[in-house]
């Protein structure tokens, strides 16, 4: 996702995770990420901006063992354009029961020159049996990060939920059969703490919205086909503060990834 915003980590500190496992585990029946070694991907990615246009190639590369699991390890062959490409390049993925399970770092691009990545371990972004708009999983964090002397605390909340099943899906001419979507949502409440007099007042630069919202479609046997990507944000009015924080008041970006071609065994 070329869209002129920077690709570096940043630690986050992780405060709390839930999901759904005080069900009972069920067994899968089907295949919606065939995890062989060499099983590709390719995308067309068409974006909103004119730099976030290009082609992604998600593929396995082998196995790593992330305490004592055995997940498989995918990357990409260049810098993602795509939202979908992106969380799981250089990340790992393992299966349980009927879940799919996401473990490292994601980067997600919002504020210009202001990196984010959330860390994550076993986040289910996929499960097999479940009812519309069932949340699979949600984490909470926070972090603090200096831009040009402020002092900013980023609260998120990012969170999976099942959306619709279909029995047939149809994207860019190509219909797939038995396909299931999910959600992907990033929330976040800024704040930075301003000198007035002496006295730091925090001060709300974004109320809480959803910057991201990603919905991915899973086609048995294959993988996913389809990623719709909303990304974006819209800061408070600021002008009632002595500050002037240099970030632009808004973003809105609008993204699509449709899978070309791909191998799935």
């Given at each position: 996702?070329?869209?002129?915003?920077?690709?570096?980590?940043?630690?986050?500190?992780?405060?709390?995770?839930?999901?759904?496992d005080s069900t009972e585990p069920i067994e899968s029946t089907?295949?919606?990420?065939?995890?062989?070694?060499?099983?590709?991907?390719?995308?067309?990615?068409?974006?909103?901006?004119?730099?976030?246009?290009?082609?992604?190639?998600?593929?396995?590369?082998?196995?790593?063992?992330?305490?004592?699991?055995?997940?498989?390890?995918?990357?990409?062959?260049?810098?993602?354009?795509?939202?979908?490409?992106?969380?799981?390049?250089?990340?790992?993925?393992?299966?349980?029961?009927?879940?799919?399970?996401?473990?490292?770092?994601?980067?997600?691009?919002?504020?210009?020159?202001?990196?984010?990545?959330?860390?994550?371990?076993?986040?289910?972004?996929?499960?097999?049996?479940?009812?519309?708009?069932?949340?699979?999983?949600?984490?909470?964090?926070?972090?603090?990060?200096?831009?040009?002397?402020?002092?900013?605390?980023?609260?998120?909340?990012?969170?999976?939920?099942?959306?619709?099943?279909?029995?047939?899906?149809?994207?860019?001419?190509?219909?797939?059969?038995?396909?299931?979507?999910?959600?992907?949502?990033?929330?976040?409440?800024?704040?930075?703490?301003?000198?007035?007099?002496g006295i730091s007042v925090p001060v709300t630069i974004m109320?809480?919205?959803d910057v991201v919202t990603s919905t991915q479609y899973y086609?048995?046997?294959?993988?996913?086909?389809?990623?719709?990507?909303?990304?974006?944000?819209?800061?408070?009015?600021?002008?009632?503060?002595?500050?002037?924080?240099?970030?632009?008041?808004?973003?809105?970006?609008?993204?699509?990834?449709?899978?070309?071609?791909?191998?799935?065994?």
């Amino acid at each position: 996702m070329r869209n002129k915003l920077l690709l570096v980590g940043l630690s986050l500190f992780v405060l709390s995770c839930s999901s759904d496992d005080s069900t009972e585990p069920i067994e899968s029946t089907s295949d919606f990420l065939p995890l062989t070694d060499a099983n590709y991907w390719d995308y067309n990615v068409e974006s909103s901006v004119a730099e976030g246009n290009g082609s992604d190639h998600l593929y396995i590369s082998g196995d790593v063992v992330i305490d004592s699991n055995t997940y498989k390890k995918f990357e990409t062959e260049n810098t993602a354009y795509g939202f979908f490409s992106n969380i799981l390049g250089d990340n790992a993925i393992r299966k349980a029961d009927d879940k799919i399970l996401l473990t490292g770092s994601t980067s997600v691009d919002f504020f210009e020159d202001i990196p984010f990545s959330v860390d994550v371990a076993d986040f289910i972004i996929f499960k097999e049996n479940t009812t519309n708009n069932q949340v699979l999983g949600t984490l909470t964090g926070v972090f603090e990060q200096e831009y040009e002397g402020y002092p900013i605390e980023f609260n998120y909340t990012l969170t999976s939920t099942a959306k619709e099943s279909l029995t047939a899906y149809t994207v860019d001419g190509d219909e797939y059969t038995n396909v299931k979507s999910m959600e992907l949502k990033l929330s976040i409440t800024a704040v930075v703490n301003v000198d007035l007099g002496g006295i730091s007042v925090p001060v709300t630069i974004m109320p809480q919205q959803d910057v991201v919202t990603s919905t991915q479609y899973y086609a048995e046997n294959i993988g996913v086909v389809h990623v719709s990507t909303d990304l974006g944000y819209e800061l408070s009015d600021l002008s009632a503060y002595p500050i002037t924080i240099p970030i632009p008041e808004s973003a809105d970006i609008h993204q699509e990834e449709i899978l070309t071609t791909y191998v799935a065994e």
